[in-house]
């Protein structure tokens, strides 16, 4: 009887656990939503990655979703670095949506010849995808009638040089605000959150350097 109560005790013991860590997933999954649907991107981000490094939630879908966060919240480099992942190892309906995105970011970027390879491969996983059949046929047109624009495609930055992306540069101009204020705590904050998320915040590493040595002083 002891061995029977002894199992009972362990199943008790054991449940809970299981059914507070659903909780816990399905309680980011929401968080992770809700950031996103009210456009607070660096937060979505933090979302995502939470569900794909604490709940193996490491799907196409959620990492569209970051993909798309990084995107919006000017982080170029990481989102084509996600939607290149998805393109080559995703279904085809998400790695379409991938290659479509990546070729939105190339666009912008004025990479043209990326761009539009971009829109092809997306069509070819997808020939339903209509967002990337409409970028794929305007772009042909413009290059075909801008054909100087086409030799900006050709100067690539060196892949060795790190530059900052939109996002970083946001950062460090509300780092030096704080600067300014002399809260330089803050400051130190703000640069070492953002660089949780987006590696080319330690472009400004010098900077965040300086404000390290500043606030051991203070500390003193």
């Known amino acids: 009887m002891t061995q029977v109560y002894s199992i009972v005790f362990l199943l008790i013991m054991f449940i809970p656990a299981s059914w507070q860590r659903i909780a816990n997933k399905n309680s980011a999954i929401e968080s992770a939503e ?3 649907k009210s456009s607070d991107f660096e937060n979505s981000i933090r979302g995502h ?5 604490d709940y193996d939630l490491n799907t196409a879908e959620v990492n569209f979703n ?7 919240n000017g982080q170029e480099d990481e989102a084509q670095r ?3 992942e998805l393109v080559s190892s995703a279904g085809t309906n998400i790695s379409s949506y991938a290659a479509n995105q990546s070729g939105t970011i190339s666009a912008r970027e004025e990479k043209y010849d ?3 390879q971009s829109f092809r491969a997306a069509l070819i996983k997808n020939p339903d995808n209509e967002a990337a059949r409409y970028n794929y046929e305007m772009l042909a047109r413009w290059l075909e009638k801008n054909k100087d624009q086409q030799e900006q495609d050709q100067q690539e930055q060196d892949d060795d040089q790190l ?3 939109n996002y970083a540069k946001r ?4 780092a030096d605000q ?3 204020r002399f809260n330089f705590s803050e400051a130190l904050n703000i640069m070492n959150r953002a660089l949780e998320i987006d590696e080319t915040v330690s472009y400004y590493q010098e900077f965040i350097n300086n404000l390290t040595d500043v606030n051991e002083i203070s500390s003193n």
């Open 178 to 180: 704080m600067v300014d």
């Open 66 to 72: 970051l993909g798309l966060s990084y995107q919006l």
């Open 34 to 36: 809700k950031a996103y």
């Open 171 to 174: 950062m460090k101009a509300q």
């Open 163 to 165: 530059q900052p992306s």
């Open 49 to 53: 990655l939470l569900l794909i490094s």
């Open 114 to 116: 990326a761009a539009l």
């Open 82 to 84: 996600t939607f290149g």
